[in-house]
């Protein structure tokens, strides 16, 4: 939060007017890969987003539907429905892009096939007219480039959608955490929002990139259904319906893996509750040696949670090789039946049949399951999401009116109430007029009149934290504070001093009466609250550096010594929470923050308590009642010395006004007040942690520092602040460690040379099957099956012609080792997955520990300088990438890499001088092109 740092403008992004062709082709992104080529990316060279993808306009959006959702459902008595909100605000779009979706399917992918079969036939008839062999060969490259054209771009615009909804989502759910009640927020955890945040909400994402499957898939199966029918006639039917027997199979693996991912969010959460409650008390954890006995309850967190994702992973597992073999199997029956029921294939039959299940494979066995497993799990995590949008919140304070005092009061006032309703805005209007009258009231307040300036009306304010509570917090308290008075409000524990605090800033909802606070507010908590930055950022706070100001706000709340102190003066690194300072020194940089504020109002609930006497004396008398002179101070404090010099002493008793009034007048009305003042008020709690300046040098604050120590204490410059160490970006490749630790956790060489046996069958698997993996590229090559054959079908084409000619004899022999080779790939599909899965598992396990013993036996420099939330993040979000996203990237891999190979070899057997284009010139393009994209990528 470096606020007095100069913001660069960015740069407009070149999609905001990209013309459509350079949209389709992506023309506009090759400046930013120019750029990136050239010299290290930085965050000066990130575009501007644009106008559609911003946080605050999507997070309106999102959440006015979803106030208007409540507010309809409840009025009819039914529970509100966030996926309704939802498609009020995206629905549009997400209709129209399934539109689109049905037209490249439809137009070009199933005709695609029908070119391709006349291609193929005019080469085998050998007699054919050459022309139309060039217009068939001419529809199929059109159909390729438009399905490439059209469907990145398609895929890009969906991207951008599911990005939407995720940043609207993550708004609205941030928005909704600052609103929790006191009661919600005892129900919530900061593990549970980081989840939801973090987890829940990237569902929504690859719930919209195959949700149109669900549809268009039927319709797509029946349409190539008939086309095969017409080529083959009745066989087609049989393999479809065996390709069409597995998904209701794949539907109710999806189902138990959304049921598992709400058990895996729950054990996720519980283990992420759990060691943020270790890393806020890990000062203590290590004070008494608590590591074992912590580590023993992570470890049964992370087994439980260990244990439902490994089901998960094999149901993924087990589908993955549904999709590689069922296709496979499906076009070897229906082959198989054609050659046995008297037909012979030709190469015209067997590539069009082959390409149409090519379609049918990328449709109904890849997207069309991902469409049930990731719909039915962002219904999981739009249930969550909602459930915690239910929560309660803290009610609207009526007739607490916050008015900007530069404005006419009135309009002011109602234009700023914050309760929305216009009847309770009136209603806290005739309220303020209401309580005008002259004279003091039986407590003892001062007489309620308009402001001309800036003041605070209390009139006769009834509340309560708990609505169940049955005494109040607050009963019938009256006040009237004028510009410039400094006020000091006093009672024992529990009386409501704080709690009147927070009813005037509008966190504690009024039952009854109102309270009206005229000029801007600044407010300094009982607990100081520090954030890990600069000590000078967590004065300033976002706020514009004004030096003279700020060389005063320091030297009145007493930091001038500590900041000469400390080696980076106000530059030095305050930790998480202020673990690196004491507790006054985090007191008065709380105080500090709230006056360097510029406002009318400013509520100080005890700040006196967590320092010296000394200090004490030095910030009521120069901050309270010099530098804030002329503004009004509301105190809260247990120091009764200081009351003599406040201007107004409010004592309150069970939250009741017992009396109000000036320090003389009090003395002698005989109250309690008298007995208070009776009470030794020397003896002040020092703060045994707070080693001040003045421990050490007595009486410092009497003489003046010097203008030189304070510039000395206080760095010039912004440049060379010392910050939280940030995150470092790796540049260039992956290191081998890396790799070489992931390996070794899944089991070492063994383990991976039993995976790599069973992977080698010769086949390709679409990266889309993979939950969590790369989409974008999982659907540029699913999107392309339709343009190229496998070399797993080499073998089953090879064979089918051998029915062409042969005997019946070797006809039967052939369909015999065909139908044992499809077997076989059967079996060790599914071995790989488990065992490939299972070793995933193993590795993930391992890396956790790992972490987990690197975290617990690191120093406490490392909780000082890193903040909590950052160490969190490595155990909530990338933990659940080791545990879901890396293993299904490297099956990926794995097979795209296996695949490339099979490719290669079968093309060095059918012409070896094809390998001169393949491995020389083409892959030095693609490498390079390759090598340019990951580079920009980390960056």
Known sequence: MEANKKSVALPVCPAQHASFLSYIVFGWVLPIFYKGSKKELGPEDLYQPLTAHKSSNLGNDLCRAWEDEVANKRAKGKEPSLLHAGFRVFGWNIVSLGLILLVLELAFKVTQPIFLGALVAYYSKQ??????????AAAVVLCSAISVLFMHSYMLSQLHLGMKLRVAACSMIYRKSLRLSKTALGDTTAGQVVNLLSNDVGRLDLAVLFVHYLWIGPLETIVVTYLMYREIGISAVFGVIFLLMFIPLQAYLGKKTSVLRLQTALRTDERVRLMNEIIQGIQVIKMYTWEKPFAKLVALARKKEIKVIRYVSYIRGTLLSFIMFTTRVSIFISLIAYALLGNFVTAEKAFTITAYYNILRATMTIFFPQGIAQFAEAIVSVGRIQKFMSYEEVEAAIGVTM????????????????????????????????????????????????????????????????????????????????????VAVIGPVGAGKSSLIHAILGELPLEGGSIKVNGEVSYASQEPWLFSATI????????????????????????????????????????????????????????ARAVYRRAEVYLLDDPLSAVDSHVGRHLFDHCMRDFLRGKIVILVTHQLQYLQNADQIVILKHGKVEAVGSYDSLRETGLDFAQLLAAPSGKEDDDSTDTDSFKRSGSLYKRQSSESSMDSAINEGDSSAPIAPEEKRQEGSIGYGVYKAYFKASGGYVEESRISTVSDDGSATDPTTLDNGNVTDALALASNSTNSISSAFEG?????????????????????????????????????????????????????????????????????????????????????????????????????????LGIVIVVAIVNPYNLIPTLGSGQAIFLEFLQKFLQLFFQ
């Not at 007699?127 to 068939?136: K, P, Q």
């Not at 706000?553 to 300072?581: H, M, P, W, Y």
């Not at 089953?796 to 000619?805: E, V």
């Open 127 to 136: 007699n054919g007219d050459i022309n139309e062999a060039y217009l068939y």
């Open 536 to 591: 000078r950022q967590n004065i300033l706070f976002g706020l514009p550096m004004d030096k003279d100001r700020y060389k005063k706000v320091v030297k009145t709340c007493a930091l001038e010594r500590d900041f000469q102190l400390f080696s980076n003066g106000d530059k030095t690194i305050v930790g998480e929470r202020g673990v690196s300072l004491s507790g006054g020194q985090k007191a008065r940089i709380s105080l």
């Open 403 to 486: 008015a900007d005092p530069e404005k006419d009061e009135d309009d002011s006032s109602l234009d700023s109430s914050s309760s929305e309703d216009p009847k309770a805005k009136d209603q806290a209007a005739k309220m303020i007029k209401h309580s005008e009258s002259d004279g003091l009231n039986e407590n003892g307040a001062a007489p309620k009149e308009h402001l001309s300036e800036a003041g605070v009306i209390v009139d006769s304010a009834t509340a309560r934290w708990d609505p169940k509570a049955s005494e109040y917090t607050l009963e019938g308290v009256n006040l009237h504070v004028q510009p410039g008075t400094l």
């Open 796 to 900: 089953l084409l090879n064979s089918i012609r051998q029915f062409t000619g042969a005997d019946d004899d070797e006809r039967l022999t052939d369909i015999y080792i065909f139908s044992a080779l499809t077997v076989a790939t059967v079996v060790i599909t599914l071995s790989r997955s488990m065992f490939f899965f299972q070793a995933a598992m193993r590795a993930s396990r391992k890396l956790h520990d790992a972490m987990f013993n690197g975290v617990t036996r690191a120093s406490m420099y490392f909780f000082n300088t890193n903040p909590s939330g950052r160490i969190l993040n490595r155990f909530s979000k990338d933990m659940g990438q080791i545990d879901e996203y890396l293993p299904s990237v490297t099956v990926d891999v794995i097979q795209i890499f296996l695949s490339l």
